[in-house]
């Protein structure tokens, strides 16, 4: 391509919402894939669903309000909302339609040869229906209240995401009503999945049926003397997305509790609904619903998937499951239980989930107890509603110590859990903010500040993931421990920021969105494509979850025509096209899918031979750039840097769970080359960091 290329044209972009959807359809492919035992399959398979669930209740939704509303404003793609919906709806159809498919006809099969079966209603036995009648009758038929719909009847709110059944009616019930209709909503209290005990019923030990099942078998008991003609599952995905209004709001906690109960009532994105409904009682949901036909999905099976999910705690089946691990301990702390004595000889580097989240949540206990502590600040972005961390910092603050606690109330469909734990520390004595208002809290950092010869010191930790101990053993994360002077004033500065509403000086060693980051990211780009004209060594790799942001994009295509090696680990969204002759030859875009949810976020620039090394919360996203509070921080020590650069290579040499970017916007799964051996970076890690089994 020519010297002027223009780099920002359309065809060079790959649409966001487009993108997001191929990374499910990668992470539906775990489901389909014999390598993984059977019961992780099946969880794969739930969380492609629940990952479509959430695309609809935000991605979809959001261009659904722009389309109504006549917008024609379009992304980097040049896309706009309405045309992007079109081919949401082809691409979002294609991967439901899979799903279910590899539902019945991949995974029911399977575990139905490990004596692992969904006993379907044709199937049943006498004893089992006898059984399913009075657990019917006794559990379900007294919680469940039967709507028949009619002018003192009118159809009934449904909840977000619940299970319905629309029922159709024939004759008169005891006052002379006869609306044809009827709605039967499933109480969330109720399990989607029902064990048949062996000893009543003759079942194995891993028998079930499905709650619909029930449901569907038993429906006319509730309406006595009237004939049931039909009954068809159905469910209605809503927008999700919170709207807090920044400029108006006084109060940002009560405001948050205000939107979340309309959360559950939200406009209307989606409705699925049994394959068996007839188009007359679809169509009547849809117009109900006020949805265009492109957004029924008609499906072979339940309707809520990622009930599923149960299923890997119900059936205890340890050689159908991944083999359990132990986090390692850093050597260093093992033989010295005092976390400051060690981090005054050296930075700690934790890399979760094959390293312990432990030390973190152990720096935080030591720090509440020690009389030497004088304050403990920290962000929280999403911790869990049962946190260790949330505990330490209670008793610091019950034992008199000052804890500032910067808490994200919007960090999307945790808003509830934030709101309480913020309750909880402020009942403890802890100074609790929100954040700074218009911008989400998203950096992840701790500062303790200790007293120590008569003078403070700062001890800190920094993150690319939250504080949450039970996604710290599913989600490959950074931490790093630190009592660096130049690091611990930024992070002193960047509370003070975040606290007293005053501007932080510049910073020494840290970047920070929305000030420094992303230009400071765009110059170390642009200094890679000088140093490659001049012949000096150039070379970026970066492992992020999303690549978007137009302007890092343009500037990489740059460095790749320049001649700088650039090498990409990008887990779901990247509307960057590897691979155009003249444009981005130079780049490789690879997204690696395993056992763990990778969100590590480290930056790596060769820099002429002095390499620079980071970790940062941020993605590669306007939001992140722009519309949140981050931190990019540097890995300082040379032993710590030549190591975070030998796991990233390690990601790169993935041949088994790493799937390559084509220009045209379809990933491909790697494969080893003849000769080859497979290697997969999830597992090599494992095995060198984790503790031996």
């Known amino acids: 391509m020519a010297d002027d290329a223009d780099l920002r044209h359309p065809d060079l972009y790959i649409n966001r919402e487009l993108s997001l959807l191929e990374f499910n359809r990668r992470v539906l492919e775990q489901a389909r894939d014999p390598e993984n035992p059977l019961l992780e399959r099946l969880k794969f398979l739930c969380i492609s669903s629940t990952n479509l669930d959430e695309f609809f209740e935000v991605r979809a939704a959001g261009l659904v309000q722009k389309a109504e509303l006549g917008s024609m404003a379009t992304g980097p793609d040049n896309l706009a909302p309405a045309e992007a919906l079109r081919a949401i709806s082809e691409t979002a159809h294609d991967l ?143 927008n999700s997305d919170l709207f807090v209004d920044t400029e108006e709001v006084d109060d940002l906690l009560l405001a948050v509790e205000g939107e979340l109960a309309s959360r559950r009532y939200g406009d209307a994105v989606r409705l699925e609904m049994a394959d068996n409904a007839p188009p007359e009682m679809a169509d009547y949901l849809r117009e109900k619903f006020e949805l265009p036909e492109t957004a029924v999905y008609q499906v072979n099976g ?16 340890p050689e159908l499951k991944f083999a359990p691990f132990t986090p390692s301990q850093p050597r260093h702390l ?182 420094t980051l992303h230009e400071a990211l765009i110059e170390r780009v642009e200094r890679e494509a000088g140093n490659a004209r001049a012949g000096r060594p150039a070379r970026i790799l970066a492992k992020v979850n999303s690549l978007v942001e137009p302007r890092i994009i343009q500037a990489l295509y740059a460095a790749s025509r320049a001649g700088v090696e650039i090498r990409l680990v990008v887990r779901g969204m990247c509307s960057l096209r590897p691979g155009l002759a003249g444009i981005s030859e130079n780049i490789e875009v690879r997204s690696i899918i395993g056992r763990f949810l990778e969100h590590t ?67 491909r799964r790697a494969e080893p080359a003849p000769g080859e051996e497979p290697f997969s970076a999830q597992r090599h890690l494992l095995e060198s960091l984790a503790e031996k089994s």
Not at 634 to 641: E, G, I, S
């Open 302 to 317: 339940p309707v809520n998937l990622n009930r599923l999910m149960a299923m890997h705690e119900l059936v205890d089946r």
């Open 601 to 667: 976020r480290v930056f790596y620039f060769e820099n002429g031979g002095d390499p620079e090394v980071f970790g940062s919360s941020a993605d590669w996203m306007e939001r992140n750039f722009f519309r949140r509070v981050e931190t990019c921080f540097p890995f300082q020590d040379p032993a710590l840097r030549r190591r975070v650069i030998a796991e990233l290579e390690t990601y790169l040499a993935d041949n088994t769970q790493a799937w390559i970017l084509q220009s045209d916007g379809i990933y």
């Open 334 to 515: 093992v033989q010295q239980e005092d976390i400051f004595a060690t981090l005054r000889q050296a930075d700690i580097l934790l890399h979760h989930p094959f390293e312990s989240f432990a030390p973190v949540v152990d720096f935080l206990r030591q720090a509440a107890a020690d009389p030497q502590v004088l304050a403990i600040k920290q962000t929280l972005y999403r911790t869990g509603p049962e946190s260790a961390v949330v505990d330490a910092l209670v008793d610091a603050a019950r034992s008199g110590k000052e804890v500032t606690v910067v808490v994200e109330l919007r960090a999307r469909f945790d808003e509830a859990e934030n709101i309480a734990l913020a309750n909880r520390l402020q009942e403890a004595g802890a100074h609790v903010v929100y954040g700074v208002v218009g911008y989400k809290t998203h950096a992840k950092m701790v500062l303790v500040v200790r007293r120590e010869n008569n003078r403070l010191r700062h001890y800190v930790h920094l993150g690319t993931g939250n504080y949450h101990v039970r996604t710290a053993r599913l989600y490959t994360d950074y931490g790093l421990l630190t009592c660096d002077r130049a690091i611990g004033d930024d992070v002193h500065h960047l509370f003070l920021q975040l606290t007293s509403l005053g501007r932080a000086p510049q910073l020494k060693e840290l970047l920070q969105s929305p000030f």
């Open 96 to 238: 439901v339609d899979q799903q279910y498919r590899t539902l019945n006809e991949e995974l029911l099969p399977a575990l139905e040869a490990e004596s692992i079966r969904f006993i379907r209603r044709g199937d049943w036995t006498r004893e089992q229906e006898r059984w399913l009648r009075e657990y019917f009758e006794s559990e379900l038929a007294p919680v469940i209240s039967p709507l028949g719909l009619d002018p003192a009847h009118p159809f009934p709110r449904i909840l977000n995401k619940s299970l319905n059944f629309l029922v159709s009616l024939e004759g008169k019930d005891a006052f002379g009503r006869s609306s044809g209709v009827a709605v039967v909503q499933a109480p969330r209290a109720l399990p989607r999945l029902i064990r048949l005990p062996p000893e009543a019923t003759g079942s194995g030990p891993h028998d079930f049926v499905f709650l619909s099942s029930v449901i569907h078998a038993y429906v006319a008991d509730l309406f006595p003397g009237m004939q049931v003609s039909g009954c068809y599952q159905f469910r209605v995905t809503r």
